[in-house]
């Protein structure tokens, strides 16, 4: 609920501030007065888009602020969380307009873009009028109008799930075709490539070991010689038998020398282990250094070929394995793919099936939904002198969607047997006026918490036929708020709080204001709008059996 609007330096309006209140508010004013330049402000400070040029003549800059109290559970407050602003019991909307355009906006003194702002201001007000696109006369909202007067939320979800799935399936087929399209233009590169890999088989590690024997047999002729001269220094002939000859020799002596030889006969013993170490591994490097000129031969073709797959193939040669298990499992795909296409065609089919039967049920409460609405503007419309027009929920057939695949229009027909059209294409002024209030009486219901601003939706009528639209503006307002500029002095009378606006001239400046009437400001302004600038006792005495009606 909108509560107060703060206006600084804006068009011609140099200092204004506004309390709203609950119920049926009434802004009336002669022509040119101003009262389209608050329309101009709230929209400024709601990121409306609206006039270039918004700050006062002499100005520096224009500011707006308008503060709203948020029920629980209102829209507003999912809007504020998606956006990290806190709500503590108040929400303040201030936004400033410079001289060169630039504009910059708080919400609850936090910067915020005036794409927030509109989406804020989506759930905080709605304005009526005659030329409004935003409204009622939008065909592109109709069917949202339809489904939250029909009041079947579980179905359009349903619907939504439901398509969202087919999309989903639909994705899953169109990537798999894709896929199996890619392998199967590739399928003969593939099966050759696979054989070649399998028949090669090549073990990750296996590069480099090969290379290790290719460079040691390469090398081996050069330092086999010397190694054999080392194991023949370590041998019987050399080392071990000069060792084996001095522990045979200190052993004759040891028992004379009174335990003197013990330890270099320990010591002795411990190099002949090592000395037979060593020997077995020199042994061991000589026949690993033993091969005949084909294991070459082999080792550098396995090694070479090994290496020429891998640029073939643009990977390292440790990666030809798990590459060979990627070509591998594409042939897999390939040769059952008929049955994985098969099945996710099959689970398209289901969600397709799915989506059918949500929308058909949709369609039907949406059927229901229509004449139960055209049932109600025909009841709402008689009261307001329009029982010989007609209105018409007209749905037709449209492209599948979330919302189904419905299309919808909200259609009139001003006199009996003419052709039904569109509400701003067919109606008049003042036919137009009452439509949309009618349409708006019945879709109310839906509504939460919105501000609605009807800006003169009652010209072009008048006497009994205002004082309908005056009465159903009141029920609107009934548990909520309704603000209505008007030039009808049968609506003004059924409000519940007055302001009246004015224009003021001082010197060469003209500014405007607005002032909250009392009981008789209130009875000599209808009195105005009854008998024009000369007010009468007889204009106030009409006035005050209006208001008393």
């Keep these: 609920m909108l509560r107060g609007l703060d206006i600084r ?5 140099d200092r204004l ?20 330049i608050l329309l101009d402000a709230l929209g400024f400070v709601l990121g409306w888009r609206g006039r270039a040029e918004l700050v006062r003549q002499g100005a520096d800059q224009g500011e707006v602020t308008a503060w709203f109290d948020l029920s629980a559970g209102h829209p507003a407050l999912a809007v504020l969380e998606d956006a990290g602003i806190t709500y503590e019991g108040e929400l303040i909307l201030r936004r400033i307009n410079t001289r060169d355009g630039r504009k910059t906006a708080w919400i609850n003194d936090r910067r915020a873009s005036g794409e927030v ?23 592109r909202g109709h069917l949202q109008m339809l489904d939250a007067f029909g009041g079947y939320d579980a179905t359009v979800a349903k619907t939504r799930a439901a398509w969202r799935a087919l999309g989903v399936a639909k994705n899953a087929l169109q990537a798999a075709t894709a896929k199996l399209s890619e392998a199967q233009a590739e399928e003969d590169y593939l099966r050759h490539a696979v054989a070649e890999l399998d028949a090669l088989s090549p073990e990750a590690g296996e590069e480099e070991t090969l290379d290790t024997q290719r460079r040691l047999m390469q090398a081996a002729e050069r330092i086999r010689e010397d ?12 080392a071990e038998g000069l060792v084996t000859d001095a522990s045979r020799w200190l052993q004759g002596v040891a028992d004379n020398a009174e335990g003197q030889l013990d330890a270099p006969l320990s010591s002795i013993e411990q190099a002949m282990l090592a000395l037979d170490q060593a020997q077995q591994g020199i042994t061991n490097c000589l026949d690993a250094l033993s091969f005949n000129t084909s294991e070459l031969e082999d080792v550098e073709e396995r090694l070479f070929a090994i290496r020429g797959l891998a640029r073939k193939h643009s990977v390292l040669p440790d990666d030809l394995r798990s590459f060979a298990d990627d070509l591998r499992a594409q042939l897999t795909m390939l040769d059952n793919s008929a049955g994985e296409i098969g099945g996710l065609q099959s689970a398209v089919d289901l969600a397709q099936t799915a989506y059918e039967t949500a929308a058909q049920q949709l369609t039907a409460k949406r059927g229901k939904a229509a004449k139960a609405l055209d049932k109600s503007m025909a009841t709402e419309l008689a009261p307001l002198k329009m029982e010989r027009a007609a209105f018409a929920t007209q749905i037709s057939p449209a492209d599948p969607g979330p919302d189904g695949r419905d299309g919808v229009a909200f ?28 349409l708006k009486v019945c879709l109310t219901k839906s509504d939460d918490g919105l501000t609605m601003i009807f800006d003169e939706i009652d010209r072009g009528v008048g006497g009994a036929t205002a004082d309908a639209v005056g009465r159903r503006l009141a029920e609107l307002a009934e548990g909520g708020q309704v603000l209505v500029v008007t030039h009808s002095p049968q609506v003004a009378a059924l409000g519940g709080h007055h302001w009246r606006v004015e224009k003021r001239q001082q010197a060469d400046v003209t500014t405007s204001t607005v002032v909250a009437l009392g009981s008789k400001a209130r009875v000599d302004e209808i009195a105005r709008m009854l008998s024009g600038d000369t007010v009468t006792d007889a204009a106030r005495a009409a006035a005050r059996a209006l208001i008393k009606v």
Excluded: C, W, Y
Excluded at 227 to 238: E, F, N, P, R
């Design 117 to 139: 702002l509109r989406r804020l201001s989506d759930t905080l007000v709605e304005l009526h009028g005659q030329h409004d696109d935003r409204g009622l006369l939008n065909p």
């Design 411 to 438: 259609t009139v027909a001003t006199n009996p047997g003419a052709p039904a059209g569109p509400l701003n294409k067919i109606a008049s002024g003042g036919e137009l006026s009452r439509f949309l209030l009618a």
């Design 17 to 36: 501030e506004l309390a709203f209140q609950p119920g049926l508010n009434v802004l009336t004013g002669e022509t040119g007065a101003g009262k389209s």
């Design 9 to 13: 330096n804006m068009l011609i309006i």
């Design 227 to 238: 190694i054999t001269k080392a194991h023949d220094a370590l041998g019987l002939q050399g």
